[in-house]
């Protein structure tokens, strides 16, 4: 097991496009989190999953944002309508308990032209 | 008010120096305390871990939670060029994360 893999590692599209950013956690794992980072910031929440539960949304996700995780494996954000402002780290971490502990992805840098 | 205040620094200490990053929290509900390493361009990793009171200790870092004062620390003893990163304090809930801004952090040869 490598850890969490997120993929693409760097992407750049035009302003109005559509993305999609897929994160694979550790093995067993039933926790995941998406959280964005902007430079000089710390990590901001986005969403959580527990299984293929989605169970908290941040209000930083807006329409335009949507996250699956279809078998409680791996998951995907999709971004639509990209704007310059979501310009951003997006970051994967999963844990397979409640208490913390997390493993971090090392994320995907987009860039929105 | 934010849920977990940092000094963003940036902190520029000579090799072998004993660094002190300290985080403040709003919020005297939270459990879990963690501090995480960040490079530039990679995602965080946990540095330490704890959901109490008190010291916790790993090799030259000390970890250092005060729930009376809602006042968390993390100590590097001897530190090196390598720690050369950005270190982010966070508080979680049981559900989700509060990271604070990060403190930069030079360790000059």
Known sequence: DTGVSQDPRHKITKRGQNVTFRC??????????????????????????????????????????????????????????????????YLCASSARQSGDYTFGSGTRLTVV | ????????????????????????????????????????????????YTYSSGNKEDGRFTAQVDKSSKYISLFIRDSQPSDSATYLCAIFTGNQFYFGTGTSLTVIP
Not at chain 1, 24 to 51: A, C, K, M, V
Not at chain 2, 8 to 37: D, H, K
Request: one cysteine or more.
């Open chain 2, 1 to 48: 008010q934010k849920e977990v205040e940092q000094d963003p620094g940036p902190l520029s200490v000579p090799e072998g120096a004993i660094v002190s990053l300290n985080c403040t929290y709003s919020n005297s509900a939270f459990q879990y305390f963690m501090w995480y390493r960040q490079y530039s361009r990679k995602g965080p990793e946990l540095l330490m």
């Open chain 1, 24 to 89: 694979d956690p550790i093995s067993e794992h039933n926790r995941l989190y998406w959280y964005r980072q902007t430079l000089g910031q710390g990590p901001e929440f986005l969403t959580y999953f527990q299984n293929e539960a989605q169970l908290e949304k941040s209000r930083l996700l807006s329409d335009r944002f949507s996250a699956e995780r279809p078998k409680g494996s791996f998951s995907t954000l999709e971004i639509q309508r990209t704007e310059q402002g979501d310009s951003a780290m």
